[in-house]
């Protein structure tokens, strides 16, 4: 069984601080990851992805991927109470059809 | 920006009953797929659909379900005969590309309540 796994927290930070979201797979053929925010009732809200090995920034956010390691992590840098949601991580599988296999999700709590 | 719409936002049906329901995908794009959500779990892949045809399936995506896009722009979820357990939310997505270097794009989803 393909697997995407997340640690489902919270994670609390207070504001102005770094959150690290951290993501683990199991199918070594998924070639790219995304993450995406979602607000409690609310749809999936794409973030960022990534398909290469390293960093992809994109303003206060940051992508790290390691294929060697299986992990993908998120960094939010000035973490501000707007961004207290579920942080989910999707791996597209090696089927090429499309299909993302989604992780549990983070819930992040940013105090004020 | 352009977006995925979905309709109807909330959707309740009697267990049995036959429920569609519908996404207008993003119009340049031209893979479409839908995930659904049980209260508290993780999101879950149904189908992909490319040029008029599935593209792949998962699990629970048996027998009841069927997908179409009778037009240029509408793509439907069928639930021929629903039960408890398909109460969820049921998200659309689509795609330009295959998603390899290329994101999918959610709509807001449909809250489906079977009674």
């Known amino acids: ?76 840098r000035d973490s501000q109470p707007s961004d207290s949601a579920t942080y989910l991580c999707a791996g597209h599988g090696s089927s090429n059809t499309g299909k993302l296999i989604f992780g549990q999700g983070t819930t992040l709590q940013v105090k004020p | 920006e352009p977006e995925v719409t979905q309709t109807p936002s909330h959707q309740v049906t009697q267990m049995g009953q036959e429920v569609i329901l519908r996404c207008v995908p993003i119009s340049n794009h031209l893979y479409f797929y839908w995930y659904r959500q049980i209260l508290g779990q993780k999101v879950e892949f149904l189908v992909s659909f490319y040029n008029n045809e599935i593209s792949e399936k998962s699990e629970i995506f048996d027998d009841q379900f069927s997908v179409e896009r009778p037009d240029g722009s509408n793509f439907t979820l069928k639930i021929r005969s629903t039960k408890l357990e398909d109460s969820a939310m049921y998200f659309c997505a689509s795609s330009e590309q295959l998603p390899g270097n290329q994101p999918q794009h959610f709509g807001d989803g449909t809250r489906l309540s079977i009674l």
Do not use: H
């Open chain 1, 1 to 76: 069984q393909k697997e995407v796994e997340q640690n489902s927290g919270p994670l609390s930070v207070p504001e102005g601080a770094i959150a690290s979201l951290n993501c683990t797979y199991s199918d070594r053929g998924s070639q790219s990851f995304f993450w995406y925010r979602q607000y409690s009732g609310k749809s999936p809200e794409l973030i960022m992805f990534i398909y290469s090995n390293g960093d992809k920034e994109d303003g206060r956010f940051t992508a790290q991927l390691n294929k060697a390691s299986q992990y993908v992590s998120l960094l939010i």
